[in-house]
């Protein structure tokens, strides 16, 4: 009888683990780019991250200059002024009899001093100091109604029961969470003497007011 003659068909090759599959064979080229975007991207992050910080510390420090000086001034525009000519020139302006510190010791600086003729709460004239200890002090008047005046130049101060006397005059106490104030109102003018100095600084400052005299003007 005839050898009925096999053939066998050879096992499919296994594939080898330590060969790369297909599918993870990329190009060279695509690895350098992956790489490059991550480093990027952790650029750009550090980059934010850097402006943020910096942003954050420019702004605290801007907020610490801003509180830490008298009446909200940065350092460089907390200067001593000259405020007589300015004083002469508004009383003779003034609806009223403008007053001005006589007598102030020489360790009270003046650093601001403003008249406006027509502003929102009247004729309004300012005079701004800092004691000898550097804390603020000011002078403020105006014939507008006293009701909107006073709390806007004390920063929401409070009328209290209590008065001060200073000379021959009863002012009343304002307290506030910025400003405690001195408050003499008149017939045709209000009078504060406002700060963050303490009360007897306060009424020292106000036992010092006068009313500024003008020359008579003459025509010629």
Do not use: C
């Not at 350092?75 to 003034?94: D, F, G, H, L, N």
């Not at 406006?116 to 550097?134: I, K, V």
């Not at 006397?165 to 209000?190: F, I, M």
């Amino acid at each position: 009888m005839a050898k009925e003659e096999v053939t066998e068909a050879a096992p499919a090759a296994e594939a080898d683990p330590s060969e790369p599959r297909p599918e993870d064979q990329r190009p060279a080229a695509a690895d350098g780019d992956d790489a490059r975007a991550r480093r990027l991207k952790r650029l750009r992050l550090q980059s934010v991250q850097n402006m943020v910080i910096s942003t954050a510390l420019i702004t605290l420090g801007t907020l610490a200059v801003y509180f830490l000086t008298p009446n909200g001034e940065t350092e460089q525009q907390v200067r001593s002024v000259e405020y007589e000519v300015a004083s002469a020139t508004a009383a003779r302006a003034a609806p009223y009899p403008l007053v001005v510190p006589e007598g102030l010791a020489g360790d009270w600086r003046a650093t601001s001093v403003r008249y406006e003729p027509q502003g929102e709460y009247g004729a309004t004239w300012r005079l701004g100091f800092l004691d000898p200890d550097e804390r603020y002090a000011a002078l403020a008047q105006s014939d507008g109604e006293p009701a909107d005046f006073v709390p806007s130049v004390t920063q929401n101060a409070a009328e209290t029961d209590r008065t001060e006397r200073v000379g021959d005059q009863e002012w009343t106490v304002w307290e506030g969470p910025k400003y405690d104030a001195l408050v003499l109102t008149e017939p045709e003018v209000t009078t504060v003497v406002m700060g963050t100095a303490p009360l007897g600084q306060l009424a020292k400052l106000a036992g010092t007011l006068e009313v500024r005299e003008t020359e008579p003007t003459t025509e010629g």
